[in-house]
């Protein structure tokens, strides 16, 4: 079954312990990205991949870091969480056809995040 | 930079009624655009991709249009059910695959 597996599902931190939620999609897909949800805000980009070794900042990478080490793994990584990084989290997967263009995109079921 | 809205924020209907929701977004240059499904604290579900060389897309009770031109697209809902109950976002997707969200439209289908 064609999926983006996301893991852990539910995660309550202290401020400060370094943490990482891990991103997986089996479908040979290119790019991959991280999205934060927040009530009011909506969904916003954290950090994006457009292939192995080639990872860029969306539009709130403040506090993240992520690697593209492998084309099915994209985890996130949060060095030093804090309490304004409380959120529910996403990764997302899709395959540019040969023009660059979008195609159809692929969620993960989220990970919610608490930091006390 | 793209700006996407959707308009009713919340919407509740009873059942068997058609519905519309509408997107529009200001910057006309993107390839496609998608339309998701999201239950409450869960993911997102995929409904629609509407290439941007297409007017529309049809699944099921949903037809899904756009207007490129307009910055504008619909998603139909006929003969609303109960379990149609979720927030729909719909994302414009431009090259190298940008997505831009909307804030979601939250449906409520009362039995």
């Known amino acids: 079954e064609a999926q983006v597996t996301q893991n852990p599902r539910y995660l309550i931190t202290v401020t400060g312990k370094k943490l990482t939620v891990t991103c997986s999609q089996n479908?040979?897909?290119?790019?991959m990205s991280w999205y934060r949800q927040d009530p009011g805000l909506g969904l916003r980009q954290i950090y994006y991949?457009?292939?192995?070794?080639?990872?860029d900042k969306g539009d709130v990478p403040e506090g993240y870091k992520v690697s593209r080490k492998e084309k099915r793994n994209f985890p996130l990584i949060l060095e030093s969480p804090s309490p304004n990084q409380t959120s529910l989290y996403f990764c997302?997967?899709?395959?540019?056809?040969?023009?660059?263009?979008?195609?159809?995109?692929?969620f993960g079921q989220g990970t919610r995040l608490t930091v006390v | 930079k793209q700006e996407v809205t959707q308009i009713p924020a919340a919407l509740s209907v009873p059942e068997g009624e058609n519905l519309v929701l509408n997107c529009s977004f200001t910057?006309?240059?993107?390839?496609?655009l998608q339309w998701f499904r999201q239950d409450p604290g869960k993911g997102l579900t995929s409904l629609l991709l509407?290439?941007?060389?297409?007017r529309e897309q049809t699944s099921g009770r949903l037809n899904a249009s756009l207007d490129k031109s307009s910055g504008r697209s619909t998603l139909y809902i006929a003969a609303s059910q109960p379990g149609d109950s979720a927030t729909y976002l719909c994302?414009?997707?431009?090259?190298?695959?940008?997505?831009?969200f909307g804030a979601g439209t939250r449906l409520t289908v009362k039995p």
């Open positions: 997302a997967s899709s395959l540019p056809d040969r023009g660059r263009r979008g195609t159809e995109a692929f």
């Open positions: 479908m040979n897909h290119e790019y």
């Open positions: 991949s457009m292939n192995v070794e080639v990872t």
């Open positions: 910057d006309s240059a993107i390839y496609n």
């Open positions: 509407i290439q941007s060389s297409q």
């Open positions: 994302a414009v997707i431009r090259n190298n695959n940008d997505m831009r």
